[in-house]
């Protein structure tokens, strides 16, 4: 039963997420990440999900994140400007921080799929 809440919470979460990237300007390459780790909660859901289909989304993502570590360190040296609040901001680092952060939400729940979907040993 935890597990199908689980499956839920990460398919609500990520078309959520996929879905306030509609007014981004580089929204399609969101929409494309978070739908693909909603995937991994749809198969999981519907007993679909092999251990070969979050390990290609872990090691995409755990490249994209590591290739993406300059959002998290222009971040930094700004000074560490607020990036939790409602307000529309023109700050590049605000979205970099958020861009960073919303991959290693991502990264997170894949490796949670990675623990999962481990092969038992024999």
Known sequence: MGRKIFDIAVIIIFIWFSYVQLNDADGTKWIIIYSMVAILGVL???SLLRPMYVLFAFTFLAGYTISNINLFTTWLDAGQPEFIDYEPTNIQEVENIREFLGLII?????FAYLIFTKKPKR
Not at 106 to 110: G, M
């Open 44 to 46: 999981s859901l519907r």
């Open 106 to 110: 991502c990264l997170i729940t894949v």
